[in-house]
C-alpha cells in the first residue's frame, strides 16, 4: 500500500548533467537526461513528501507540486544542495556531476589556429561527499553508473562517501543508465546486496527504491 506513505517526509534529489563551460559558446557534460532523477521526484511527490529537486539542464518539464531549482554548473549543484541539507529527511544524488571543470572560463569565444589545443581541468567539488561529512539523522542515497566490477566500485562509493544506500547502474548492459526509459539496479548497504532489480522503467525504478528507503527508515 503505498499512497501517501510518504506523507511529512522531505526529500531532495538531483538529476540530470551538470554543465561546465569552457567559453561563451563551448561546454564540456555528459549524456545524462534526468529522467532517473525526475522518475523519483515524481514518485516521491506523488507518495505524499514534500519534494525539492535540484536539476542539471534537461529538456524535461519541472513535475507538478515538486520544487524544482534549475543548475548548471557542479559548483552551482554543490550551493544549491548545501544549502538545502539541513532541511531535509532523505537526499538521493541521481544527478551525473561532471568530475572535472575547465580550469579557465575564456570570456570570448576562443579563436581556432593551427595547432593543437589543450585544456587544463580541475576538480568539483564532491557533493555526496561532502553531505555525507556534514549528515547527523539524514538518509543519504547515491548511484554509481559503473561499467565493470559493479558491485566493488559501489560499495567503495558508499563507504567512502558515508552513504546509507547506494544504487548501482550497469551502464554496459541495454536498457540501463544514460538517456533511456528503463534502468537496470541494485541497490546496496554498509551490509551488502539489499535488492537486485530486473530491467525496469525508471518509474519503476523511481518506487522500488522508496520502497527500500522507507522499510529501513521505518525499522
Ligand atoms: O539522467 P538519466 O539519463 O536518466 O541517467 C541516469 C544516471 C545514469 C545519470 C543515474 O542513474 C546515475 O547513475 N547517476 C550517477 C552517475 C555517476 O556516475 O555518478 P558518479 O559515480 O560519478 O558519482 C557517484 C555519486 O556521487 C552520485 O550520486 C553523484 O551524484 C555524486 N557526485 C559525483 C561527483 C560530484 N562532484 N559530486 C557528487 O555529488
Known sequence: MREKD?????L???????????????Y????????????????AVRRGADVT???????LDPPAGVTTVQVTSAEEMYREVLDRFEAHDIVIKAAAVADYRPAHYAGH??????????LEFVRTPDILAELGKRKSDQFLVG???????VEQHAIHKLKQKNLDLIVANDVSKPGAGFDVD???VSIYSRDG????LPKMDKRAVADALLDEIKGIRDG
Not at 569565444?109 to 589543450?118: E, F, G, P, T, W
Open 109 to 118: 569565444k576562443m579563436k581556432k589556429n593551427d595547432s593543437s589545443l589543450v
Open 182 to 184: 528503463t534502468n537496470v
Open 53 to 59: 529537486l535540484v536539476s542539471g539542464p534537461t529538456h
Open 12 to 26: 531532495l534529489v538531483t538529476g540530470g548533467p551538470t554543465v561546465e563551460p569552457i567559453d561563451p559558446v563551448r
Open 28 to 43: 564540456v557534460t555528459n549524456r545524462s537526461s534526468g529522467k532517473m532523477g525526475y522518475a523519483i521526484a515524481e514518485a
Open 193 to 196: 546486496l539489499v535488492k537486485e
Open 143 to 149: 548511484f554509481a553508473a559503473e561499467t565493470n566490477d
Open 6 to 10: 510518504l506523507h511529512g517526509v522531505r
